[in-house]
């Protein structure tokens, strides 16, 4: 049986990791490794050269105003690079802050960050910040389910005509308005929870790790063997009881 491999590419963790992002990171390295598959995590500083041709997940996490200042205006020189890869169905997780440039700008109060343009999105300077716990129905392979997170951002984006992660049930979401939560789009997830995400969401984690798998290996990947995610769901549960109900 062929060898499973993913190469994940974690862009300036330096700059770009608040809440616990990295921790995303750990998790799907640890349920590919519940199930026999390889992970390499490969780090990126600013100025590193990158080969996204050689990357099955690139994961950009959140930064304060100032970091993503930064790093902004690193992505603009490799924007060509970001888009091809995308373009070509490469999966990438973007939190935060990370979410945010991959828009067309984020409107600060005295200043403008420029984005990437993944997305047909921005983001402008809120009032104040939402802040709390949040709860999301999203449709996952298929399915209904529930996904929990913690948000922080003063940034209000607007997702024009994309598909949302999912709908808030719980929290602010997007913009506090419309009630999406996040973008999906090809194999990119763009979403401002936090916390970290991926651990206590392992739907949300296999569906990363199986588009991964689907792009390296689409002559012999079919599915994912199931993990015994009791532990995980529980920790999902408490949070959707807390601020939904039993009800739901």
């Keep these: 049986m062929e060898k499973l491999k993913l190469t994940i590419g974690h862009l300036y ?3 770009l990791n608040l809440y616990g992002d990295r921790g995303n990171i750990i998790a799907l390295q640890k349920r590919c490794e519940w ?3 390889e992970t390499e995590v490969i780090e990126f500083q600013l100025n590193s050269p990158i080969d996204f041709n050689a990357l099955d997940i690139v994961f950009l ?3 304060s105003d100032r ?3 930064l790093v902004g205006n690193r992505l603009k ?3 060509d690079d970001i888009n091809r890869y995308v373009d070509n169905n490469g999966v990438v997780i973007a939190i935060c802050g990370g979410y945010q440039l991959l828009g067309h700008y984020y409107k600060l109060k005295d200043e403008t960050i420029e984005g990437l343009s993944v997305l047909d999105i921005y983001t402008d300077t809120g009032d104040s910040r ?3 716990n949040v709860v999301i129905e999203c449709n996952l392979m298929g399915n209904p389910v529930k996904v929990v997170g913690f948000e922080n951002h003063g940034g209000k984006t607007y997702i024009n005509n994309h598909q949302p992660l999912g709908i808030v049930k719980y929290g ?3 913009n506090g308005t419309d009630g999406t939560e996040g973008v999906i789009y090809k194999n990119v997830i763009g979403t401002y929870l936090h916390g970290p995400l991926l651990p206590k969401n392992p739907v949300l984690t296999d569906f990363i ?3 991964a798998l689907k792009r390296a290996y689409p002559d012999t990947f079919t599915q994912l063997q199931p993990l015994d995610d009791s532990i995980e769901l529980k920790a999902r549960d408490y949070i959707v009881n807390r601020f939904l109900g039993r009800q739901e």
């Design 77 to 79: 020189e490799i924007k």
């Design 35 to 37: 199930r026999g598959i």
């Design 67 to 69: 970091e993503q200042l």
């Design 130 to 132: 939402m802040i709390g």
């Design 209 to 211: 790790i199986s588009n």
């Design 61 to 63: 996490g959140g930064g």
């Design 172 to 174: 602010y979401g997007n």
């Design 13 to 15: 963790p330096d700059l």
